[in-house]
């Protein structure tokens, strides 16, 4: 585990653009690992950038931090917040599977319209059948701000 005074040593963070310099060369850090992370080396480890952010800016590491806006290389710290878990996956965008192309609308081959459904607490919400992807997905646009509140991502 590193420390805010140990961190501040190595690097300077830009809490404005996200962005890490190395103190004792001056240049810029971090590359991105499969997932769009950024990530840096401190003290011969592998770090991730987001992580670090916090700690620099408010001295402790919580167990999640969350992108607001779902992007894994914005690591400014208004794009940044502590949460929990449950709270992290209320969070994602749309599957990579969706074949939709609308997060929260499925088609039934079946009865060739669309479904739009919604989990939260481990209940699942029908919202609705739809004629249109985009119908379908706009109802559980409207569903996903009332369950999810701040961590709803339409994605």
Known sequence: ?????????????????????????GEKIGYPDKDGYINFNVNGKLRKAHRMAWLYHNGVLPKMIDHINGVAWDNRIVNLRAVMPVESALNRGRRSDNSSGYKGAYFVRSTGKYVSFIKRSGVRYHIGTFNTAKEAHEAYCLKAKELHGEFFNHG
Do not use: H, N, W
């Open 1 to 25: 585990m590193i420390t805010q005074a140990e961190l501040k040593k190595k690097v300077s963070y830009d809490p404005e653009t996200g962005i890490f310099t190395r103190k004792e060369t």
